[in-house]
């Protein structure tokens, strides 16, 4: 069994309207990248920022810009095809309950929560826009708030899936300072996190489109998360057809090194394992 739930119908471009993404022809050609690369579950996880439902959760200007679309209009379209109902929920400290009522009242197969935005402010780790490296904080400083954050986010149980756990590498060394030694000192408090929600760990091949290049998460984070006993989400955060199973060659190789010969199947937020599949495509 091969995997694809973190993916976007569209990118995160302005223009990108529903009316223009949410189609049976767009969905289709996810559908025929999935089919190619030997992918069986397909699921498709919107951000929930794009949705006006989301401001019950936050009014950041990047979401109030965005929020133009109907959430249950969404479930609804994704009711009509064969992919899996997901959608990607930031997690923003201390809107814990309305984003437990904002997902409660929708049949999603699986829920992907993810930390983009770090401590009080507006900044990300991830936005040119709105840049947490912008503000002079070292590194030693973002990183532990991000972890920091990670392992509430886990611990909230809101989520079923904890996205790219360690997206605050993503501009890689050159464009962003890294701290210095081992950075397991980082991961430890968020894995034992991850431990006690019982929560699916994602590995993402987005990373290797990023300017790291390299898969989330880092070896000696998987390897923590193992040794926990924690299960793996397979994804690709595709916004692109093209991008649908992108390397999973090496995201299969990856967990066949770290002895995982099992990935997480969701339905209607419960969960079980199937053996790992090969990448045919
Ligand atoms: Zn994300
Ligand atoms: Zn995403």
């Known amino acids: 069994m091969l995997t694809d739930y973190h993916l976007h119908l569209r990118p995160d471009d302005e223009g990108t309207t529903a009316e223009r993404y949410f189609t049976e022809e767009n969905v289709d050609r996810y559908l025929a990248a999935a089919a190619e690369a030997g992918i069986e579950e397909l699921g498709v996880s919107e951000h929930v920022y794009r949705f006006h439902q989301a401001l019950d ?7 109030v810009e965005n929020a133009n679309d109907d959430l249950d209009a969404y479930c609804e379209f994704v009711r009509t095809t064969p992919l899996r109902l997901g959608i990607e929920c ?85 464009r962003r300072p890294l701290p210095e030694g081992d950075l397991r000192r980082f991961y430890e408090p968020a894995v034992a996190a991850i431990a006690e929600s019982g929560i699916a760990v994602e590995l993402s091949t987005a990373g290797l489109r990023k300017p790291v290049g390299e898969l ?66």
Not at 57 to 63: A, E, N, T
Not at 131 to 137: M, N, P
Not at 246 to 274: H, M, N, Q
Request: proline share 4%; net charge negative; hydrophobic share 45%.
């Open 57 to 63: 959760l936050w009014s950041h200007p990047l979401w």
């Open 90 to 174: 930031d997690f923003i400290p201390g809107a814990e309950e309305q984003t437990a009522a904002l997902l409660a009242v929708r049949d999603f197969d699986y829920v992907v929560g993810s930390v983009h935005f770090v401590g009080d402010g507006d900044a990300a780790v991830d936005h040119d826009g709105f840049d947490v490296w912008a503000g002079g904080e070292d590194a030693e400083r973002i990183w532990s708030r991000y972890f920091e954050m990670l392992a509430e986010a886990a611990r909230s149980n809101l989520f079923d899936i904890l996205a790219h756990p360690d997206l605050v590498k993503v501009w890689g060394r050159e």
């Open 216 to 281: 989330y998460p880092a070896t000696a984070f998987a390897e923590l998360c193992v040794e926990a006993g924690a299960p793996f989400a397979l994804s690709s955060d595709a916004h692109l057809p093209e991008q649908v199973g992108f390397e999973y060659d090496r995201a299969v190789d990856f967990l066949d090194a770290l002895g995982v010969g099992e990935i997480c199947v969701f339905e209607r937020r419960s969960r079980r394992l199937a053996p790992l599949g090969s990448r045919v495509g």
